[in-house]
């Protein structure tokens, strides 16, 4: 979880390749007007992103494997992060926040042309960005250092867990 150009995608598909496991990418489930409203500069309110959370997680309780699965997915908010958890699935998820200054975050983005959500749409996600909360089954990843060396501390975690 995290905002957008966070690394969800990067970190998420070499956690699948270590593990043997599998990463699905929740931009694949927003609708289309979801898109076209993203790509316009337009951030999603919580109406938008009802229909395109419940897909994540009717894509996550159908999975039959293999497993792990990791799936990125920006789960903002705790109200969106339990919707997630309220699957077939629910104690079994965990949520690994990918966290960022915006300065660092936003030079990333500015980096990257094949992605609808846009840079400028930045200061709303972390306006809405909630941390995990001491309850939620989760860990919270500072995404300075390397890849290979987020990927192996949230391994380390993982394996505690």
């Known amino acids: 979880?995290?905002?957008?150009?966070?690394?969800?995608?990067?970190?998420?598909?070499?956690?699948?390749?270590?593990?043997?496991?599998?990463?699905?990418?929740?931009?694949?489930?927003?609708?289309?007007?979801?898109?076209?409203?993203?790509?316009?500069?337009?951030?999603?309110?919580?109406?938008?992103?009802?229909?395109?959370?419940?897909?994540?997680?009717?894509?996550?309780?159908?999975?039959?494997?293999?497993?792990?699965?990791?799936?990125?997915?920006?789960?903002?908010?705790?109200?969106?992060?339990?919707?997630?958890?309220?699957?077939k699935r629910g104690a079994g998820v965990y949520f690994i926040h990918l966290a960022g200054s915006p300065a660092l975050i936003k030079e990333r983005m500015e980096n990257r042309t094949s992605h609808f959500m846009k840079a400028g749409m930045l200061e709303s996600q972390f306006a809405d960005l909630e941390a995990l909360a001491n309850d939620e089954a989760g860990l919270t990843v500072d995404i300075t250092p390397s890849p290979e060396e987020i990927v192996s501390q949230i391994r380390e975690w993982l394996a505690g867990n």
């Open 1 to 87: 979880m995290g905002v957008c150009g966070c690394g969800k995608s990067t970190i998420g598909r070499m956690l699948a390749e270590e593990t043997g496991g599998i990463f699905i990418d929740g931009d694949r489930f927003h609708p289309p007007q979801n898109v076209t409203k993203m790509a316009n500069g337009t951030p999603l309110d919580d109406d938008d992103r009802e229909d395109w959370l419940v897909a994540i997680r009717a894509a996550a309780d159908a999975h039959p494997g293999p497993w792990p699965l990791f799936m990125g997915c920006s789960a903002l908010k705790r109200k969106y992060r339990d919707l997630l958890r309220g699957g």
